[in-house]
């Protein structure tokens, strides 16, 4: 790859993170405000209904969406990358209408099961209106998924940003007048209107990008579609079974120690997974599609994944040795003090992120080659193994051990997808990151021993570490972005 290629991809690299980080940023400020504001209105109560209301709504997308926001991403990148408008417009019409077949069956199932979700989920009948309402909600985001993996595929990025942004202020202002002139009872509207809007910002965004030219048989587009949707039923397994092994784990420490050691390996898991893993899940927007458009191509393929490993490495090197120098006031400002004992899961896991960014590179291979069924062998593979490592550890280490196994997982996974890349792909990955990995990750390694260590020496010299970390990292970004 040429010097100016590669200054290129760092420059849109660090540049989508950016903005896609930012909406995410606001996503969440906007939760913590509908959140506060529905605590105070409804009360426990309130927050409790919506909980369950959005659990069905999740539930049911995930058996009825058939994956599509994620795997047509790929069919769509990959047709643009053709520079042939007509294969582009050809592919976004089946994925519209799939989009639509997938709203109304999540509908359909909704509507039929309105009175056991009410029954099961509240135990009585009074809520079966408000499954039959919430079955809008179903079709509204299975159409605004759609959408998304048009922008996302096409590159449309800063108008993903734009739909993002609009429709979470827009949700926002619009659910909370419902909800304090008409508390419980604005419960339903709210949830059906927030989807409705949200679709509409990303549809008018959608509706500027691509507009179809030409017609598109019956045939055709449930021949092409299944693509998209063999794909798709792939990552949702493999979604599923995430969150089976992980529900499953819970249960253990529930039943092992109780509620309050739950809440502890909860509140540490979200801090790692929902704050710091923003930056990755940014990341993935822009590089999904681009690895899929040069699927073919190995030796691009294999450039594209180091350069990947090694922006994220960067990116994440000054957030992870700062999490780390500051975890307790970090804790004390998202939690309580009664939370500082997650300090110790804290310090693993943190590390444990940076071997996550490696990985989650090399994963994407996988998706970008459409590779469903080998996709859902390593996912299973990684579950169970993260599962036996976590009961494993947490039996003899407790919440300490929770930190230990999800560092381990995420070694063996990227010793697992290396494999699978360099044997089964024959993908070379290029070996600058090597450097990059190796004084990241023993630099953040040492501020975490330093910081437990915990005396005045120990933690003056780790504040030097983080320091020289970050700045180090931030001077390899400048370098790689050429200013």
Known sequence: MQQGESTSMYRRIVKTTGLLGGVQVLSILCSIVRNKCIALWLGPAGVGIIGLYNT???????????????SAVRNVSQARASENENALSHTVTVLRRWSWLAGLFGAVVMLSTAPLLSRFT???????WGYVWLSCALLFNALTSGDQAILQ???RLRQLSKAGVAGNLAALLLSLPLYYFFRFGGIVPSLVLSSAVTFFFVWIYSRRSVAPKQPVSVRETWNEGKCMVVLGVYMTVSG?????????????????????????????YAIVTRYVGLVLAAMATEYYPRLAAVSEDKETLGNQVSRQIEAALLLLAPIVSLFLLLQEWVIRLLYTSEFLCIEEFFSWAMVGVLFKSVSWAMGFVLLAKGDGKLYLITELISDLCGFLLNVSAYYLWGLEGAGVAYLLNFVIYG?????????????????????VAIWVIVGCAVVSILYRIGSIPALSVAVVCAVAVSVAALWGLKRRLAI
């Open 153 to 155: 595929g096409t590159q």
């Open 122 to 128: 509240f135990g009585d009948d009074k809520h079966i």
């Open 415 to 435: 010793i697992m997808m290396w494999w699978v890349c360099r044997r089964h792909y024959h993908i070379r990955l290029g070996r600058s990151w090597y450097g």
């Open 56 to 70: 069905s709504i999740e539930m049911v997308a995930a058996l009825t969406g058939l994956g599509l926001r994620q």
């Open 240 to 268: 599923f079974l995430t969150t089976l092994f992980n529900y499953l784990f819970i249960g253990f420490i529930h039943r092992t120690v109780g509620d309050a050691d739950l809440g502890y390996y909860q509140a540490g």
